[in-house]
């Protein structure tokens, strides 16, 4: 009996029978099976090869349905007592990631978010983009941002930064890691900045919820929405399901597949 495979292509009504004890038995087809072989397992080293080194992290591959809040904050304080009491109320713990200068010029407001039990991250010196600057550039913003940070607020370690604007390089993601810190960005973007409605910024979010996800929302005078919208999305996230916790938290207890790629 001869070894066979069969391919049918159900829809034309086309049945082939390949003779594979035939096909084995020419050189040809065993040196295009080696060649294929050799090509494939170099791809995969090459593409490991690419995808090594720090990264920008979007979320966490979990099939637990969780969830992590984050505020950047870079200026004005209009909203920001509306928004920690609003997270208060609900007992959610969030992730902000706050400007040095904005911290200096608010230390008690950058001290109260340490208080309440938030996490605090960094989101630079200056608001410009890492992508277009140096290495020397992007290290003397996050070093400067560490040290008002921790003059503002206390707070002693800092091991997050959110690039401004979500912008990045992989020069500035080593020099990023060589500081301890990890990229974090975001896979759920309210686009609260846009003052969409307050409306627009829940249905957003609500419908863009996965696990493991990061969502972006901001603290700053800009958004004139999010304080406003912030009660009603943390009734519906929870509704949804949805445990909130901070970016820390998600990739301490809630990476068990790993971490997502920005």
């Known amino acids: 009996s001869c070894i066979g495979l069969v391919i049918s292509f159900m829809q034309g009504g086309f049945f082939m029978v390949i003779n594979l004890k035939k096909l084995i038995g020419q050189k040809q087809f065993v040196y295009g099976l080696i060649g294929l072989f ?4 170099a791809y995969v080293q090459v593409a490991n090869l690419v995808n090594t080194g720090p990264i920008a992290i979007a ?6 349905k969780v969830v992590a809040l984050t505020f950047d ?4 304080n209009k909203f920001t007592p509306s928004i920690l009491e609003t997270l ?8 902000f990631f706050i400007m040095g200068p904005w911290a200096l010029k608010y230390p008690e407001v950058a001290k109260q978010i340490a208080t309440d039990g938030h996490e605090i991250a960094s989101h630079g010196h200056k608001h410009e983009n890492y992508g277009d600057r140096t290495a020397d550039w992007v290290k003397n913003d996050i070093e400067k941002a560490e040290a008002e940070i921790k003059e503002a607020t206390g707070v002693e370690s800092v091991s997050l930064v959110r690039p401004p604007n979500g912008s990045y390089s992989k020069e500035a993601l080593s020099v990023i890691d060589s500081l301890g810190y990890k990229t974090i960005i975001w896979n759920i973007d309210s686009l609260d900045w846009k003052n969409p409605g307050r409306d627009v910024v829940i249905d957003r979010v609500v419908k863009r919820l996965k696990p493991g996800g990061i969502i972006l929302m901001h603290a700053s005078d800009t958004p004139q929405q999010t304080a406003e919208a912030l ?8 509704a949804e399901g949805y445990q909130i916790v901070t970016v820390g938290e998600l990739l301490q207890n809630y990476a068990e597949g790993g971490l997502k790629r920005h």
């Open 38 to 41: 050799i090509f494939s397992t």
């Open 59 to 64: 979320g966490t591959n979990t099939e637990q």
């Open 73 to 76: 904050h870079s200026w004005g």
């Open 88 to 95: 208060r109320a609900n007992d959610v713990k969030a992730t």
């Open 231 to 238: 009660p009603i999305l943390l009734e519906k996230i929870k």
